[in-house]
């Protein structure tokens, strides 16, 4: 007994329900579009923590593709090194990048973020003298 032109399904596509998935995950900057150009990926986020719990909404934007910067001045050192831990995680695991641009100051890269340049941490002088 063959099956030929059994159909349990039948679906009508219209093409307004076609998605180009080119155009979907565009990362242009294009407002209009949807995905990742409308949702995320174009954004600097300034986080001043107070507590680690709130480490899961910094990974949370990272993974949005925006780039956040971390200002640790209102945690205790210990917090600061365990919220520290979980960034370079959710950083390994996207691509990203962390640098320290200050005095317990970091800046949070996704893998879409290109950052040149470098701040050094302390000034000298041309006699090697501290400024």
Known sequence: MAFKNFKIFETKVDDEDVVDYDEYYSTSGDSGKKGVSAVGGNKMILVEPRAYSE????????TSRNSVVVNFKRVTTDQSKRIIDFLSGTLYAI?????KIGDG???????????????????????????
């Open 55 to 62: 480490s899961q909404q910094i990974a949370d934007h990272l």
């Open 95 to 99: 691509g990203g990048d962390l640098q």
């Open 105 to 131: 100051i970091y800046l949070c890269t996704p893998k879409n973020v290109d950052v040149q340049g470098q701040i050094t941490e302390e000034k000298t002088s041309d006699n090697g003298e501290e400024w």
